[in-house]
């Protein structure tokens, strides 16, 4: 088989969104209604109590899970969204990252000028109750694994995948099985494409 061919293929399918209909595990689905939660969150490296209800009274809100702070493609991920967060917030959404480091290590992360920027508030979801909630799987990552900055990743990990929610709590699309950038970008679509169905 060409590589060429199979190369171009697999990023036309990509930009076309044949990849981002589900995430190749079990999770919650468009339709389904969204479990609330608290969690410990920070922005800018800054501690506060985050409440899904109390953001979705305010518009959609893309959730966004992600395996862990400061590993290769959590890094491209955090730094999309923060790029992005102006196009998001003109949409009226706004974006909580939740993983299962600890609150200590997305102080760090949140207010990354690489990363978070500042701009996009993550979540510690230490136990997984939440990511469970979700219905995403929580595995065990091997030890001795290290993340960017060298320091070893002590936590369990969930796949990337990302929740659109509407105000009224419920899923709009569930867009999983895509490289980190991509999983922004389709993100921004299906939020994008509520607000435009509102103004029809």
């Not at 981002?20 to 609330?36: F, I, M, Q, T, Y």
């Not at 490296?45 to 518009?59: H, M, N, P, Q």
């Not at 979801?125 to 990743?153: C, H, M, Q, W, Y």
Request: charged residues 20%; hydrophobic residues 45%.
């Amino acid at each position: 088989m060409n590589k060429n061919w199979l190369t171009t293929s697999l990023a036309m399918a990509l930009a076309a969104g044949v990849f981002a209909s589900s995430p190749a595990h079990a999770a919650l689905k468009e339709g389904d209604s969204v479990p609330d939660f608290k969690l410990q969150a920070s922005l800018a490296g800054k501690e506060f109590s985050y409440a899904l209800k109390d953001a979705l009274r305010k518009g959609p809100v893309v959730v966004y899970f992600y395996p862990s702070a400061y590993t290769g493609g959590c890094n491209i991920q955090a730094h999309t969204f923060a790029v992005n967060v102006g196009k998001f917030a003109a949409a009226g959404a706004s974006i909580i990252g939740v993983s299962l480091d600890s609150i200590k290590r997305l102080n760090d992360f949140s207010a990354d000028p690489d990363y978070c920027a500042g701009k996009i508030a993550v979540a510690s979801d230490a136990d997984g109750k939440v990511a469970k909630a979700f219905d995403l799987s929580v595995n065990e990552i091997p030890a001795g694994r290290k993340d960017t900055r060298g320091a070893e990743i002590d936590h369990a990990r969930v796949d990337r995948t990302t929740f659109i929610v509407t105000s009224e709590g419920k899923v709009a699309a569930t867009v999983g099985g895509l490289p980190p950038a991509a999983n922004v970008e389709k993100a921004l679509e299906v939020i994008q494409s509520l607000q435009a169905g509102k103004k029809s």
